[in-house]
């Protein structure tokens, strides 16, 4: 069975510009949450999508944004770039109703 | 809201030997993951051990609930067992630890 997959795997945005980035989810899991990591504040929570639903949102201005389509694949939106995006933006997807998250292997976003 | 602490936050081992790795969380759970970060970024799944003790291969995890616990045990170190090793709980959303990063030299 295929694993999460993300795309693109690396990014370099100019400040200002937006980004969209994509994740389609494990045959199966409904439910797609999206997670940042840098090095200063570690692994943060985004958002959680559920059946094209967003479900849970974590604390991230507005320029953050995402959706999830029919099909449960998710895409994350950040607009207006500023150097702090810069991360490693990891997808996680998970059965309906389990607490057990499976990553992808992450979008590398530099914003110069 | 809970808080999930990891020890040590850096290990250095050469091949072949033992390590063990702890994971304290704040409130009761049920449920808790273990993850190793390779260098590559991707957060690849150890256990899922809500409770009781688990085994694959080198690695085996232990959590403890009622204690509020989990431990995380790597046997024969090898240099492919570098990198960062997270737990992580679910509440409405994963918390994760703040790691234990590993390097084991040959």
């Known amino acids: 069975k295929a694993g999460v997959t993300q795309t693109p795997r690396y990014l370099i945005k100019t400040r200002g510009q937006q980004v969209t980035l994509s994740c389609s989810p494990i045959?199966?899991?409904?439910?797609v949450s999206w997670y940042q990591q840098t090095p200063g504040q570690g692994l943060q929570f985004l958002f959680e999508y559920f059946s094209e639903t967003q479900r849970n949102k974590g604390n991230f201005p507005g320029r953050f944004s995402g959706r999830q389509f029919s099909n449960s694949r998710s895409e994350m939106n950040v607009s207006t770039l500023e150097l702090g995006d810069s991360a490693l933006y990891l997808c996680?997807?998970?059965?309906?109703?389990?607490?057990?998250?499976?990553f992808g292997p992450g979008t590398r976003l530099t914003v110069t | 809201g809970i808080q999930v602490e990891q020890s040590p936050p850096d290990l250095i081992l050469q091949e072949g030997a033992n390590s063990t790795l702890r994971c304290n969380f704040s409130?009761?759970?049920?449920?808790l993951q273990w993850f190793h970060q390779n260098p590559w970024g991707q957060l690849i799944n150890l256990f899922y051990?809500?409770?009781g003790t688990k085994q694959n291969g080198r690695l085996s995890a232990t959590t403890v609930a009622t204690e509020r616990y989990s431990l995380l045990y790597i046997s024969s170190s090898q240099t492919t067992d570098s990198g960062v090793y997270f737990c992580a709980v679910y509440t409405d959303k994963l918390i994760f630890g703040t790691g234990t990063r590993l390097q084991v030299f040959p």
């Open positions: 045959s199966g899991h409904r439910s």
């Open positions: 051990i809500p409770s």
């Open positions: 996680a997807s998970s059965w309906a109703g389990s607490y057990e998250q499976y």
């Open positions: 409130d009761s759970v049920n449920n």
